[in-house]
């Protein structure tokens, strides 16, 4: 067992336990920038790891109340099958050769940025919406912007692994400004059940899942995201989102240009 694996994955379990961003933005450039792992194996392990951790997650949310499955619905309507034809589309094109591990590798990067962008302006485009309630969505018009927000996230979720975490959250505070914090937490960790475990099963197909390294991370992160969530009181929030943010956008530039 690499001691080095189990590190990272208490690492990444530690940060998402304090701030809340899904693992995916921090784990799948650490594997492929640090490690070398190739990057639809990184992709493929993360969602692997992904749809185990959010299970749990899930399963305490259910029992808080904190989750609306109508909206879950919504979202998963549109995901899903934009998972299974990514997947299609990845195995069509070739997810090991080396053209195509560069276009993830730019996917990552994007997400990633997309990521920072959730990170330090969700709060600003919350009160924005707040104030002009006359632009918020109603009806048939919200049911569908649900469904599509839910594709574009079930392409980049399957093509990058990021996504379901911060970005998922920030669409879902634009959309439903009256959702609780945990509303909004507990919502958008149980559709993305669905949607990493068929990304998975997807990159299962591929073949691009390390399962030996999935294991190690494993063992690394629960008890970092326990740890994370006793200590996210104890650190100030906008100085830690501002600091991964900063991280964040060296990872997304190392990506592009490496």
């Known amino acids: 067992m690499d001691v080095h694996f189990v590190a990272s994955g208490f690492a990444v379990g530690l940060l998402v336990g304090m701030t809340g961003v899904g693992g ?3 784990m799948t450039p ?4 640090l490690f070398g792992v190739t990057p639809a194996v990184a992709v493929g392990t993360d969602l692997a790891f992904a749809s185990l951790t959010k299970g749990v997650g899930t399963f305490t949310h259910k029992m808080r109340g904190t989750v609306h499955w109508d909206i879950v619905r919504r979202l998963c309507i549109g995901a899903l099958p934009a998972a299974l034809l990514a997947s299609v589309a990845l195995k069509h094109f070739g997810t090991l050769n080396k053209e195509m591990g560069q276009i993830i590798r730019y996917m990552i990067a994007t997400s990633v940025l997309l990521t920072v962008i959730a990170l330090l302006f969700k709060r600003t485009m919350l009160a924005w919406i707040t104030a002009h309630p006359e632009r918020q969505l109603q009806g048939a018009a919200l049911r569908n912007a649900t469904i599509l927000s839910g594709a574009v996230l079930g392409i980049l979720v399957t093509i990058s692994s990021i996504g ?6 920030t669409l879902l505070v634009m959309l439903y400004p009256r959702l609780s914090a945990a509303e909004v937490a507990g919502t958008d960790i149980a559709y993305a059940v669905p949607l990493t475990a068929i990304a998975a ?3 299962w197909w591929l073949g691009s899942i390390n399962w030996t390294l999935l294991l190690t991370l494993l063992i690394g992160s629960l008890p970092g995201i326990t740890l994370g969530s006793y200590a996210a009181r104890a650190v100030p929030e906008g100085l830690l989102r501002g600091l991964l943010a900063v991280t964040l956008v060296a990872v997304a530039a190392k990506l592009v240009y490496s």
């Not at 650490?30 to 920038?33: A, F, R």
């Open 30 to 33: 650490l594997l492929t920038l």
């Open 24 to 26: 995916g933005s921090l």
């Open 201 to 203: 099963v997807g990159h």
């Open 164 to 169: 379901a975490g911060a970005i998922g959250a």
